[in-house]
Structure formats: structure tokens, C-alpha cells
Nanobody, 123 residues
């Protein structure tokens, strides 16, 4: 079992930066690929970024590529999402998720989810 707790959300202005954190329980964190997803009001939850267990491989949605960076610290059982140049369309609840072994863009592939953290970007 893996429990995930996100933090770091808040209200910021367009152009600002924010860093989200996701703390995981368990002793085998490095065995899990991690993902960030987001859900805006009225929209389906969508993929944002994913990172391999060792941290060397990452992938991003086109909408955030070049602005967001996913990283992890396996010694701290934590994955991060650094968000720069934020836009109003980035407003959403952000979720982290975990799955064994390989990265995936698909929500259905992830077994464990956090409760989400709200990010609001004002124009």
C-alpha cells in the first residue's frame, strides 16, 4: 500500500511560480513511477507529467512542456512539480499518483492517488 499526500497549492497570479510536493508512505518508493494529473472545473482529469522510479526519465503534457518540471527525492519519498510561468488555464486540482515500475500517461494505470491540492491562477 502507498499513501500519497499533496501539498503546496494556493492562489497565485499569472506568471508566478509554485512548487507542489507529494509525500509517499512506504519503504519502496523508488519502485514506483509517479505521475501528476489535474482536473479543472467541468473538465475531465488530465495527465500533466510522469517520472520513472529512479528519476532519470520524465514525460510531460504538451500544455506544460517547458514550464513545468517533475522531479523526485527518493531519500525523502517525495515527488515534486515545479510550475513556472503559470497561466489562468493551469487552474485545477492537482493530484499525484503512483504505479509500480513503468511510467504511464493513463490514469487507469495508476493504483494509488492523493487527495489533491488546489492551484488557482488569477489573471
Amino acid at each position: 500500500q502507498v499513501q500519497l499526500v499533496e501539498s503546496g497549492g494556493g492562489l497565485v497570479q499569472a506568471g508566478d511560480s509554485l512548487r507542489l510536493s507529494c509525500a509517499a508512505s512506504g519503504r519502496t518508493f523508488s519502485h514506483y513511477a509517479m505521475g501528476w494529473f489535474r482536473q479543472a472545473p467541468g473538465n475531465e482529469r488530465e495527465f500533466v507529467a510522469t517520472i520513472s522510479g529512479g528519476g532519470s526519465n520524465t514525460d510531460y503534457a504538451d500544455s506544460v512542456k517547458g514550464r513545468f518540471t517533475i522531479s523526485r527525492d527518493n531519500a525523502k519519498n517525495t515527488v515534486y512539480l515545479q510550475m513556472n510561468s503559470l497561466k489562468p488555464e493551469d487552474t485545477a486540482v492537482y493530484y499525484c499518483a503512483a504505479r509500480l515500475n513503468y511510467r504511464s500517461y493513463a490514469q487507469k494505470d495508476y493504483n494509488y492517488w492523493g487527495q489533491g491540492t488546489q492551484v488557482t491562477v488569477s489573471s
